[in-house]
C-alpha cells in the first residue's frame, strides 16, 4: 500500500466540504459514509485490497466514483483509516489492561479478549488488513505504515511486560524467553484471520477464553503423557 490517502497537502474544496460535513451532526452523511465503508470491506474480502477499484465500491452502493469522492480522498485512505483507528483503539485499551492492579494471568487474558474480539467486532476489515496488508509495512517509510508497525509492536510488548511479571512472580514458567511467548501468542491470535468469522458458530468471548486456556494450560490432562508410538517391529 502506498498510502497515498495520509498524505497530507493542501485542502481542496471537497475536501473542505467533507470536513464541514463530518463535523457536524448529519446523520445522513455518516450513515452513506459508513455504507461505504461497508461495502469496501466486502469488495476487498471478495477480489482482493489490489483488484478492488474505487468504481467496484461506489458502485456496491448504487452510487458513482464522484460520490465516493465526497466521502473519501481514495481507497487508500478509506482503508488506512478503519485499519488505523482500530489498531489505536486496541493499543489505548491494551495500556488500561497492563496499569491494571490484576494478576499476570487475568491481565493477559484480557489482553487475549480484547484483541479477538476486537477482530470479530470490525470484520471483515481487520481480516483484510492482516491477510493482504500487513507484511506490506514492515519497511514501509510511509507514515501510516510507521505508526501501524509502532502500535502493533507495542501491544506485543505489552504482552511481554505482564509475562514476564508472570515469570518474576512465578506464576508463568521460567524456561521459555517471555519475547517469544509472545511472539507465540500473537502469532496465534494474528492466524485466526484464515477462519474467524462474526457467524462461525462461537462468540468472541468463547474464542478468546478457549486461546487463553490453550496458551497458559495446554491441551494435555495434568500428568499425562502422549501415548507411545506403537511398535512396529
Request: net charge negative; proline share 4%; aromatic share 10%.
Amino acid at each position: 500500500m502506498a498510502g497515498n490517502g495520509s498524505r497530507k497537502g493542501p485542502e481542496s474544496g471537497i475536501q473542505r466540504r467533507r470536513k464541514k460535513a463530518r463535523e457536524k451532526d448529519n446523520s445522513q452523511y455518516q450513515g452513506k459514509r459508513e455504507a461505504l465503508i461497508n461495502a469496501a470491506a466486502d469488495e476487498f474480502l471478495e477480489k482482493g485490497y489490489e483488484a478492488t477499484a474505487v468504481s467496484d465500491i461506489a458502485a456496491r452502493v448504487g452510487a458513482d466514483r464522484a460520490t465516493f469522492y465526497y466521502y473519501f480522498d481514495s481507497k487508500e485512505q478509506l482503508f488506512e483509516e478503519i485499519a488505523g483507528e482500530v489498531t489505536e483503539t486496541n493499543l489505548e485499551a491494551a495500556e488500561k489492561i497492563l496499569a491494571t492492579e490484576q494478576s499476570p494471568r487475568e491481565r493477559l487474558a484480557a489482553l487475549i479478549s480484547l484483541v479477538i474480539t476486537s477482530y470479530v467486532k470490525n470484520y471483515p476489515h481487520i481480516t483484510v488488513y492482516i491477510s493482504e496488508e500487513m507484511h506490506k509495512i514492515r519497511f514501509n517509510p510511509d507514515p501510516w505504515a510507521v505508526k501501524m508497525r509502532r502500535q502493533m509492536r507495542r501491544i506485543e510488548s505489552i504482552a511481554n511486560e505482564i509475562l514476564a511479571e508472570g515469570v518474576e512472580d512465578g506464576s508463568f514458567r521460567a524456561d521459555i524467553p517471555p519475547e517469544i511467548a509472545a511472539r507465540s501468542l500473537f502469532g496465534m491470535i494474528n492466524w485466526t484471520h484464515r477462519w474467524l468469522r462474526p457467524d462461525g458458530g462461537y462468540t468472541a468471548e468463547q474464542i478468546a477464553d478457549w486461546f487463553t486456556a490453550l496458551f497458559l494450560d495446554g491441551f494435555a490432562l495434568s500428568g499425562t503423557l502422549a501415548p507411545s508410538a506403537p511398535d512396529q517391529s
